[in-house]
């Protein structure tokens, strides 16, 4: 959150969540924060802005960062964790960047991008509160979790996608800069 004047809000979202809880509860709060960061880093931005591109060749911008989360939420905790058989929502065989390439400027894309996301990441959640342990466990036949193709733990599947969030949050950070000089939060 900002000011007026563009300077970062001192009523920052993520402070003051649970704190000294126990493991699960640590999980949780550190996924809130990270995906709390990725909407600041968004937020107030139209369809141009969000599909602003780095820097060429890359693909890379904020509209794609959203989708690209939603898509590794939904594989990881909808297919490997709760064992469903999901589609890609933006990549395929033919297409194995669609989660960036299709990120144009466009509010309808937008809008089902946050939509996606939304509901991706409140699977994960319930899914993580609601586990009957952090050690139950999902297949990882496509090795996408750096298992060599076997059994992942929910905690190590967590942990991945703070991981994933924390290398794209950098990315976030220096898009955001790019599009407006927004810096902070």
């Known amino acids: 959150m900002f000011t007026e004047d563009g300077r970062p809000s ?3 979202p993520r402070e003051n969540g649970p704190r000294l809880g126990d493991e699960r509860a640590t999980l949780l709060e550190f996924l809130r924060k990270c995906r709390l960061t990725l ?11 969000m599909a602003r591109r780095s820097v060429e060749p890359s693909t890379m ?6 989708r690209h989360l939603a898509e590794i939420e939904r594989a990881t905790f909808r297919g490997t964790m709760a064992g469903r058989v999901v589609s890609r929502l933006y990549c395929s065989p033919e ?12 509010e309808r894309v937008v809008a089902e991008a946050w939509e996606a996301w939304h509901a991706e990441a409140a699977f994960t959640t319930a899914f993580l509160a609601g586990a009957a342990s952090l050690d139950v466990t999902g ?8 298992t060599g193709g076997g059994a992942i ?6 942990l991945e996608l703070i991981h994933e ?3 794209h949050l950098g990315h976030a950070d220096l898009l ?10």
């Open 153 to 158: 733990s929910l905690r190590e599947a967590a």
């Open 61 to 66: 911008s904020l509209l794609g960062l959203v």
């Open 139 to 146: 297949e990882d036949p496509d090795n996408q979790h750096g």
């Open 176 to 185: 955001r800069e790019r599009i407006d000089g927004r810096v902070g939060q």
């Open 165 to 167: 969030y924390a290398r």
């Open 39 to 49: 909407e600041l880093k968004c937020a107030g931005l139209d369809a141009d802005a």
């Open 95 to 106: 297409e194995p960047d669609g989660d960036f390439d299709g990120a144009v400027a466009d």
């Open 10 to 12: 001192p009523d920052d």
